[in-house]
C-alpha cells in the first residue's frame, strides 16, 4: 500500500501558477498580481518552490520578476524563485540575472522526435549546447535545474534516448531533474513503471514530476509518483494550465496528506482564500462542486444527511471545512428536512417553537421547487414572511403578467380571488408595481369593505451574495385609518410580486385588527 511506503516521507511541492498557470487560455497575470501572489503562495501558503515567468518574454514580465526577486531577498525566499530559461547559451541567463534571479529551469529536449524534428538537431548537439547554458549559468551564480521537456513520451518512444541524455548531464550540477507528463498521456500504472525504472536506474538523482490533467488522472498519477519514489511535485493554483491544466495545488497537498501520510509545508487555512485570489486575478472560475475548493463541497443538501450530523456527525469525514477555514452548511430547498432547517436557525441564533418550524419548512420546500436553492442568508425573509401570514385571507393572488418598456407605462394583468371569486383585470401606470396597484384597486371597488391603506414607505432588501435570482423582501409601511401605521413584508425571486405580496397581506391584516 502506498501509506506504508510513503508515511512520513517529505514532499516538496512547486507551484508554477505563475509560469505554466498563464498558459491558461486567456490568462495574463499584472506584475502587481504576480508579486501578490508570490507573496501570497510563499509566505502565506507556504509552498516549497514556485515558478513565476519564462525568460525573455518582455520587458514588463522582467520587471514583476524583478520586484519578485526582490521581495524574496528581503525576507529569506529568494532560493525558491525559479524561472524557466531555454537552451541559448547566455540569453535565458542573463534575462534571469538582470532580474535578480538565481534559478533557472533549463527547458531541453525528453524528447528525441521534439530534438530531431523542432530543433532539427542530433541528441549529441543538443547535449553540447544544453552543457554550455548550464556553466554559463553556475559561472554567473544561476543554481540549474533541468525540464526534460514531454519526457512521458519520450520515455515511451525511446528509452535509450532519455537514459542517455540524463547520464550526460548528471555530473553537470544539476539540481533537479524534472519530468513531464507535457501532454498529460500518462496513467498511474505508466507513471508508477516509468518513474519507477528512472529512480532505480539513477538513485542519487533528485526529480521532480510534472503532471498534467489532460485525462482527468493529475491526482491519481501524482500519487503514483510519490509511491515511486519521487519526492517533488509540480502543481497549480486551481488547476490552472494550458489545455485541461495542470494538477490542483488543492487536491494534491489534501490527497498526499490523508492518503499517502506524507509530510508537506502546505499551511490548508490558506488554500481557500488563495484559490479565491487566483480567481479574481485570472478571471476563471472554479466549479461549485470541485474538491476542496467548490462553494458546494461542504454543503450537505439531503435532509437525511443533515438528520445525521446532528444526532452524530454520522456524515463528517476527516475532509473537514475546518481545515481550510471554511463552515460545513446545510441546503435549503425543496430536499431539506427538519435537521437542515435547525442547522440553519442554531447557525442564525434564532429559536422558533415546533409550529413555526414546520411552516417554514413548507415554505422553504415550496420555494424550493421554484428556486434551485434557497440560502441561509434568504432564511430571516422567509422567516418574517411566514410568522407574518394569516390563515384566514380574504384577497389571495392567483397569477400576474407584466410588461414594460423603457419609454411608456407598464401594463400588469392580475388574477385573484376575493372571498372565493376569481377577478381578472389589467392596469397601467409608472412601472410595473404602480401598474398592478391600479388593477388592483380595480378589483377592490367592488368590494366596499375592502380598502387599500395608504402607502407612506416602500423598501425593497435583497439578501448579501449578489446572486441575480436570490430571494428579494418588499418592505411597505401603510397609514391607516385610525391613525396608525402598520407595516407588512412580502417575499419572492421578482422584487415586483413581493410588493404584491406585501400589499395584499396589508388589505388582508387591516380586515382582522
Not at 540549474?144 to 515511451?156: F, K, Q, R, T
Not at 494534491?252 to 490548508?268: A, G, P, Q, Y
Not at 422558533?352 to 442568508?377: F, H, M, N, P
Not at 400576474?400 to 372565493?420: A, Q
Given at each position: ?47 516549497d518552490r514556485i ?27 529568494l532560493e525558491q ?112 513503471t516509468a518513474l ?318
Amino acid at each position: 500500500m502506498p501509506t506504508n511506503q510513503t508515511s512520513n516521507r517529505k514532499i516538496t511541492l512547486m507551484d508554477t501558477t505563475l509560469r505554466d498557470g498563464e498558459q491558461t487560455q486567456g490568462v495574463s497575470f499584472a506584475p502587481a498580481e504576480k508579486l501578490s501572489l508570490a507573496q501570497a503562495l510563499l509566505g502565506r501558503l507556504k509552498v516549497d518552490r514556485i515558478e513565476v515567468a519564462s525568460a525573455g518574454v518582455s520587458e514588463g514580465e522582467q520587471d514583476a520578476v524583478r520586484k519578485i526577486n526582490a521581495w524574496a531577498s528581503e525576507n529569506g525566499y529568494l532560493e525558491q524563485v525559479e524561472v524557466l530559461g531555454f537552451v541559448d547559451h547566455t540569453r535565458s541567463v542573463d534575462w534571469i540575472v538582470g532580474a535578480g534571479g538565481k534559478v533557472i529551469n533549463l527547458l531541453a529536449k525528453g524528447s528525441e522526435k521534439h530534438c530531431l524534428t523542432q530543433l532539427r538537431q542530433q541528441p549529441e548537439q543538443h547535449i553540447v549546447r544544453i552543457k554550455q547554458t548550464v556553466d554559463y549559468a553556475r559561472e554567473q551564480g544561476v543554481a540549474v535545474n533541468v525540464y526534460l521537456e514531454d519526457w512521458s513520451n519520450g520515455y515511451a518512444d525511446s528509452r535509450d534516448y532519455v537514459y542517455n541524455l540524463v547520464e550526460e548531464l548528471r555530473d553537470c550540477d544539476i539540481g533537479h531533474f524534472m519530468l513531464p507528463d507535457t501532454l498529460g498521456v500518462m496513467s498511474p500504472s505508466e507513471v508508477s513503471t516509468a518513474l519507477k525504472d528512472m529512480t532505480t536506474r539513477f538513485p542519487n538523482l533528485a526529480f521532480d514530476f510534472h503532471p498534467h490533467n489532460d485525462y482527468g488522472l493529475a491526482t491519481a498519477n501524482v500519487m503514483a509518483a510519490v509511491d515511486a519514489g519521487i519526492d517533488s511535485i509540480h502543481c497549480t493554483v486551481n488547476c490552472l494550465g494550458e489545455r485541461a491544466g495542470n494538477a490542483s495545488l488543492a487536491e494534491v497537498s489534501v490527497v498526499l496528506r490523508d492518503k499517502m501520510n506524507v509530510e508537506l509545508s502546505i499551511d490548508e487555512k490558506h488554500i481557500v482564500d488563495i484559490s479565491q485570489m487566483v480567481e479574481s486575478f485570472s478571471g476563471k472560475f472554479v466549479a461549485g462542486n470541485a474538491p476542496i475548493l467548490g462553494t458546494d463541497v461542504f454543503t450537505q443538501t439531503a435532509g437525511i444527511h443533515a438528520d445525521g450530523d446532528k444526532k452524530g456527525n454520522l456524515y463528517v469525514t476527516k475532509l473537514s471545512p475546518e481545515r481550510f477555514a471554511r463552515t460545513r452548511k446545510y441546503a435549503l430547498g425543496k430536499l431539506a428536512g427538519k435537521a437542515s432547517l435547525e442547522n440553519n436557525l442554531d447557525e442564525l441564533g434564532i429559536n422558533l417553537s415546533v409550529e413555526d418550524q414546520q411552516k417554514v419548512l413548507i415554505k422553504v420546500i415550496e420555494l424550493g421547487d421554484s428556486k434551485q436553492t434557497v440560502t441561509a442568508d434568504d432564511l430571516p425573509f422567509i422567516i418574517a414572511d411566514v410568522l407574518e401570514s394569516r390563515d384566514n385571507q380574504r384577497v389571495v393572488l392567483i397569477d400576474s403578467t407584466t410588461s414594460s418598456r423603457l419609454s411608456g407605462d407598464s401594463e400588469t394583468v392580475i388574477t385573484l380571488t376575493v372571498d372565493g371569486n376569481e377577478h381578472t383585470e389589467s392596469g397601467n401606470g409608472n412601472g410595473a408595481y404602480d401598474a398592478f396597484v391600479h388593477a388592483l384597486d380595480e378589483i377592490l371597488s367592488h368590494y366596499p369593505d375592502l380598502n387599500r391603506p395608504k402607502l407612506v414607505d416602500y423598501q425593497v432588501h435583497i439578501p448579501k451574495g449578489g446572486k441575480t435570482n436570490a430571494l428579494t423582501e418588499a418592505s411597505i409601511t401603510w397609514q391607516l385609518d385610525n391613525n396608525r401605521k402598520m407595516t407588512t413584508r412580502g417575499v419572492h425571486s421578482n422584487q415586483v410580486v413581493a410588493a404584491m405580496y406585501a400589499t395584499l397581506r396589508a388589505i388582508n391584516s387591516n380586515l382582522t385588527t
